[in-house]
């Protein structure tokens, strides 16, 4: 016999959590299955941790760029304290809270592995061995995330590398650390690791520059930043072998011909979504294909409309604020409402925790003039600004905004510099509100905030 509940949710992350509230709020009994810690990747390996390790040495910067305040400074980050902090906000990798949290909002949480077993059915095997099976009425809900992808580089299976798990719980800093990836994972954790106490920490990169999606000045600025605190940097450098030697010594061999020596290696190079034993083989899915969906999030190709995949399982925005929109807008969909996730073309917020913090939103220029639009480019030193300067000698930073010329609308942002993330709110409204320069005129910022530079982008549009 089969327990049957209105909608099963297989992955008990953030994402999962949040897709198994919404469909409780319009009274529909919910199933949550989880096979690891309720609160998944970010709660425990991911934004909390990393976030943890950064801010001390994020504090120290900024008190080294006011004058009156370096003379403090006599120090360094006390890397077991931080470890101590980030412990705590990983909740010691215990999720009573969020079972709690699961339990009070009137969902069944379920411990195990869950698989598709045909048409609206679920398999899961308990941690004991025992198999259980679900029926939803409604709809099933994939959330199951990603994992940390490992390129295939001659004898990186055998050089016990780490992935970001690993280096978000570790409780030592390696006297040298190779990462491998310049992209945000890779690069937060050379910075917080460099601060941390790591004597020689080194990028590679195959890409042209560091965080190759975004602008090319982001790169630039961010590689001088790192290597202004001493951490080597390679880009369009490509790691061809890995080898580790018995004594733990990691060496890289890199494609320009020379090599990388380290204590511990992360592999940073991306993601892949979790989908490989969710069973989608039994309703006529390849379970080795990245999953499709459409804009209520449905998977394409499954007779019915009841299978759902919201979050990195379905690849279309892998950060957790993307995936929790979605879980709100298939709760809704699966509640009887009529929408669509559409932020996920247009609108996708992402920030780097690197000082100089890196801060987007919807297109970058080649993206708008890729996609056909007629684009004018705005931009601003952020140091020019009367709170840039307040924020101490040093301050760099640029606000640079992608206008839609015809429409005169904003059709992306990027921002760089001191809390260049709290910038990022404002730009993503006026892109999903579709608010015109014209009406920016009216939306007057606060002196001195960084949000002035808003005004010093508009005053240089009408000198363009």
């Known amino acids: 016999m089969a327990d049957t509940y209105d909608v099963v949710v297989i992955g008990g992350g953030a994402v999962g959590e949040n897709a198994a509230g919404y469909a409780r709020e319009h009274g529909l009994s919910v199933a949550l ?27 120290l910067a900024e008190a080294r760029r006011v004058p009156a305040a370096e003379p403090a400074v006599t120090g360094t980050v006390d890397a077991d304290a931080a470890f101590k902090t980030r412990d705590a906000f990983a909740s010691h990798w215990d999720d009573k809270h969020q079972v709690a949290w699961v339990e009070n909002m009137g969902a069944d949480l379920i411990r195990g592995v869950g698989r598709i077993a ?40 055998d050089a016990a590398a780490w992935d970001n798990r690993d280096i978000t719980t570790t409780s030592t800093a390696p006297r040298r650390l190779v990462i491998l990836g310049g992209g945000a994972v890779g690069v937060e954790m ?53 080898h ?29 979504p979790v989908t490989s034993e969710l069973g989608l083989e039994t309703v006529d899915l390849d ?33 957790t604020h993307q995936g929790k929109y979605q879980a709100r807008i298939v709760g809704d969909v699966i509640g009887g409402r009529d929408i669509e996730a559409w932020a996920d073309h247009r609108a996708v917020p992402r920030v780097v925790f690197t000082d100089p913090q890196i801060a987007a939103v919807g297109r970058t220029e080649q993206d708008a003039r890729d996609a056909g639009i007629a684009v004018t480019v705005l931009s601003h030193d952020l140091a020019a600004t009367a ?44 892109i999903v509100g579709g608010v015109t320069i014209d009406q920016l005129w009216h939306a007057v910022p606060a002196f001195p905030t960084l949000s002035e530079v808003w005004l010093r982008l508009l005053e240089s549009e009408r000198q363009t």
């Open 33 to 59: 299955i989880e096979r690891e810690l309720v609160g998944g990747e970010c709660s425990y390996w991911a934004c909390m941790p990393s976030k943890a390790l950064l801010r001390p040495g994020e504090v």
């Open 118 to 157: 045909g048409d609206r059915r679920v398999a899961v095997e308990t941690p004991e061995g025992s198999q259980r099976t679900l029926e939803a009425r409604r709809a099933v809900v994939l959330a199951t995330g990603s994992l940390a992808a490992m390129p295939p580089i001659d004898g990186l299976a």
């Open 190 to 242: 050379a910075q917080a690791f460099r601060r941390l106490g790591s004597d020689e920490v080194t990028i590679i990169e195959m890409a042209d520059r560091l965080l190759p999606a975004e602008e090319p000045f982001v790169g630039a600025q961010l590689q001088e930043a790192l290597e202004a605190e001493g951490i080597v940097v390679h880009v369009g450098a490509q790691a061809t072998a890995v």
């Open 244 to 272: 580790r030697d018995d004594d733990g010594t990691v060496t890289m061999t890199v494609d320009t011909g020379h090599e990388v020596v380290g204590d511990e290696l992360l592999v940073a190079t991306g993601r892949r």
């Open 287 to 319: 379970p080795d294909a990245r999953l499709e969906v459409d804009d209520a999030l449905r998977v394409v190709g499954v007779d019915g409309g009841w299978l759902y995949a919201v979050g990195d399982v379905n690849g279309r925005a892998l950060l």
């Open 387 to 430: 709170a840039g300067a307040l924020h101490g000698k040093d301050t760099a930073g640029t606000a640079q905004l992608v206008i839609d010329t015809p429409r005169r609308t904003i059709v992306g942002a990027t921002f760089t510099g001191p809390n260049a993330a709290e910038l990022l709110h404002a730009a993503t409204v006026a």
